[in-house]
T-cell receptor, first 112, second 109 residues
Framework: ETGVTQSPTHLIKTRGQQVTLRCSSQSGHNTVSWYQQALGQGPQFIFQYYREEENGRGNFPPRFSGLQFPNYSSELNVNALELDDSALYLC???????????FGPGTRLTVL | KNEVEQSPQNLTAQEEEFITINCSYS?????LHWLQQHPGGGIVSLFM?????KKHGRLIATINIQEKHSSLHITASHPRDSAVYIC???????????WGAGTKLIIKP
């Protein structure tokens, strides 16, 4: 059984660019949640996907979008990057939407 | 006022000390999570609880639903326990996790 994996581990982009972050959920998990963690702060909920449908969304603008695939892996896409998007992006998978979440190692995004 | 408040913000203690980290919340919840985050970002789920008390090794978590309060205790603390401990509550209405700001714990040998 493999845990949650994320790619890439680090990424540097410039303002205005677009980025795609990837997450492979733990085997058997059908729910993926994405979080943004700015330096020195707690994670903020971006959105959750359950069986390929968005199942809840936090207070993030539409330029943050996502996908979940039939194998339950997921992508987070951010368009028109801003400096404030620099953060650690965490993905977590769970068996169901309200179950315990298992976290990936995160992707650290730097926007210059 | 944040929906999830943790105290203390920072805690430094000597090895073997008994550690308590507190979490208070103001929203209706279906569950409360305690998580550990090491430098570099990796997050590990320690407990998920909705009532009573759970114990795992040297870690104990309690929750009082009426008072909307939870505590995480570490017995016989060790330098490897040094990390940020985060309390997060699962919103009753939409399963969203609402996070506290974390408690940075340093255990000195």
């Amino acid at each position: 059984e493999t845990g949650v994996t994320q790619s890439p581990t680090h990424l540097i982009k410039t303002r205005g660019q677009q980025v795609t972050l990837r997450c492979s959920s733990q085997s058997g998990h059908n729910t993926v949640s994405w979080y943004q963690q700015a330096l020195g702060q707690g994670p903020q909920f971006i959105f959750q996907y359950y069986r390929e449908e968005e199942n809840g969304r936090g207070n993030f603008p539409p330029r943050f979008s996502g996908l979940q695939f039939p194998n339950y892996s997921s992508e987070l896409n951010v368009n028109a990057l801003e400096l404030d998007d620099s953060a650690l992006y965490l993905c977590a998978s769970s068996l169901m939407a309200d179950n315990e979440q298992f976290f990936g190692p995160g992707t650290r995004l730097t926007v210059l | 006022k944040n929906e999830v408040e943790q105290s203390p913000q920072n805690l430094t203690a000597q090895e073997e000390e008994f550690i308590t980290i507190n979490c208070s919340y103001s929203v209706g919840i279906s569950a409360l999570h305690w998580l550990q985050q090491h430098p570099g970002g990796g997050i590990v789920s320690l407990f998920m609880l909705s009532s009573g008390k759970k114990k795992h090794g040297r870690l104990i978590a309690t929750i009082n639903i009426q008072e909307k309060h939870s505590s995480l205790h570490i017995t016989a603390s060790h330098p490897r326990d040094s990390a940020v401990y985060i309390c997060a509550v699962r919103s009753y209405s939409n399963y969203q996790l609402i996070w506290g700001a974390g408690t940075k714990l340093i255990i000195k040998p």
